[in-house]
């Protein structure tokens, strides 16, 4: 089972910094890579996938890079309505797994 | 609009079975891949099971092998998550989500609580 691991694993920023969350993978996934947004009591959001394509409706603050083992998403300029919990995960081979989440909370 | 809509989640005991389903509008089922996430309240998500567009081929994770089957009823629009010999870690919310790389719908999910 491919491990993936977030770090930090809370971030406090205030409104209008920027902030960058890694996630790493246990073995090389090449670009398989996704990343999601939570906020408290909804379904998560997917934001990008393939590492750093971001879906049309997501504002392009939000940034994805990285391949085989290293991978990181930057969120530029933070809004309000950013603040949530930040999943990674591979599907690069079965069985999917996710990273354990980065909270971006309010500073 | 594209909407899925769980259902079935509950009450049981240790051992019980569940039948989770997850009701599509606004997309065929019959052309995409989908899969069941679960999440413990107040922790992370774990990928639980995945299916293909016809339904032929199906992925666990090891701790759901042997006692959940996905299946889907392309021409009821559903997505099915029988669970058998279920245990108190198998409480979490399940969500029914659409996607085979990125995981782009997902329902709000169904409550399954195993306790006595």
């Known amino acids: 089972e491919i491990v993936m691991t977030q770090s930090p694993g809370t971030l406090s920023v205030s409104r209008g910094e920027g902030v960058t969350l890694s996630c790493r993978a246990s073995q090389t996934i090449g670009n398989n890579l996704a990343w999601y947004q939570q906020k408290p009591g909804q379904a998560p959001r997917l934001l990008i996938y393939?590492?750093?394509t971001r879906l049309t409706v997501v504002p392009a603050r939000f940034s994805g890079s990285g391949s085989g083992t290293e991978f990181t998403l930057t969120i530029n300029s933070l809004q309000s309505e950013d603040f949530a919990v930040y999943y990674c995960?591979?599907?690069?081979?079965?069985?999917?797994?996710f990273g354990q989440g980065t909270k971006v909370e309010f500073k | 609009e594209v909407q899925l809509v769980e259902s079935g989640g509950g009450l049981v005991q240790p051992g019980g079975s569940l039948r989770l389903s997850c009701a599509a509008s606004?997309?065929?089922?019959?052309?995409?891949?989908m899969c069941w996430v679960r999440q413990v309240p107040g922790k992370g998500l774990e990928w639980v099971a995945n299916?293909?567009?016809?339904?032929?081929?199906?992925y666990y994770v090891d701790s759901a092998r042997g006692r959940f089957t996905i299946s889907k009823d392309n021409a009821k629009n559903s997505l099915y998550l029988q669970m058998n010999s279920l245990r108190a870690d198998d409480t979490a919310v399940y969500f029914c989500?659409?996607?085979?790389?990125?995981?782009?719908?997902w329902g709000q999910g169904t409550t399954v609580t195993v306790s006595s």
């Open positions: 989500v659409r996607g085979h790389k990125g995981l782009e719908i």
């Open positions: 393939d590492a750093a």
């Open positions: 606004g997309l065929a089922l019959s052309t995409f891949w």
């Open positions: 299916i293909n567009r016809d339904g032929s081929e199906t």
């Open positions: 995960q591979q599907y690069n081979d079965w069985p999917r797994t």
